[in-house]
T-cell receptor
Framework: DQQVKQNSPSLSVQEGRISILNCDYTNSMFDYFLWYKKYPAEGPTFLISISSIKDKNEDGRFTVFLNKSAKHLSLHIVPSQPGDSAVYFCAASAESSGNTGKLIFGQGTTLQVKP | ETGVTQSPTHLIKTRGQQVTLRCSSQSGHNTVSWYQQALGQGPQFIFQYYREEENGRGNFPPRFSGLQFPNYSSELNVNALELDDSALYLC??????????????FGPGTRLTVL
């Protein structure tokens, strides 16, 4: 069963516009969520995280929103830049229930930012 | 600060053989996790090591085993290789601090091809 889902395999946006990447999860025990960016031939790079006690976390151009009742989170990138073109993975873990460090990943969304 | 490093970069094996992949964790990190990423999928958690002991395991058979050494470096061993083991193997490290959320940092991965 896919506990973390990224239903959009790809997204294309114009440079300067907002990119919104979505992620849904099913396990209510998840209490820590992360976004990673991955370029070809490289490992995932940590972008931003949020714990379940918050509903928003911001870091520069990146903002993550968490809607616990809907079991949904999203990553907003504003403004989008061509260098943001990569595969974005959403990940979740159930830290409080002892599964520390076990990240469950979505399938990824390929973002293309056009100049 | 040295990041997570993995060796080798690429590896080709034949079915039935055994393989050992290596990982050096980021400086100051005491916990190492291994993930398998098949083509077009998100990374899947194999297991985690903390204080040289396995501390959590995903849905992988016993022929996937590991070690963590006193300097926090780690090995992933896979016996009796199968064609489906062909994937990118990622190592991630973090500092396991109780009662806090700590993101994992990934290495570049080892691309394993089983023929």
């Amino acid at each position: 069963d896919q506990q973390v889902k990224q239903n959009s395999p790809s997204l294309s946006v114009q440079e300067g516009r907002i990119s919104i990447l979505n992620c849904d999860y099913t396990n209510s025990m998840f209490d820590y969520f992360l976004w990673y960016k991955k370029y070809p031939a490289e490992g995932p790079t940590f972008l931003i995280s949020i714990s379940s006690i918050k509903d928003k976390n911001e870091d520069g151009r990146f903002t993550v929103f968490l809607n616990k009742s809907a079991k949904h989170l999203s990553l907003h990138i504003v403004p989008s830049q061509p260098g943001d073109s990569a595969v974005y993975f959403c990940a979740a873990s159930a830290e409080s229930s002892g599964n520390t460090g076990k990240l469950i990943f979505g399938q990824g969304t390929t973002l293309q930012v056009k100049p | 600060e040295t990041g997570v490093t993995q060796s080798p970069t690429h590896l080709i094996k034949t079915r039935g053989q055994q393989v050992t992949l290596r990982c050096s964790s980021q400086s100051g990190h005491n916990t190492v996790s291994w993930y398998q990423q098949a083509l077009g999928q998100g990374p899947q958690f194999i297991f985690q090591y903390y204080r040289e002991e396995e501390n959590g395991r995903g849905n992988f058979p016993p022929r996937f085993s590991g070690l963590q050494f006193p300097n926090y470096s780690s090995e992933l061993n896979v016996n009796a290789l199968e064609l489906d083991d062909s994937a990118l193997y990622l190592c991630a490290s973090r500092n396991n601090i109780p009662s806090s959320y700590n993101e994992q940092f990934f290495g570049p991965g080892t691309r394993l091809t089983v023929l």
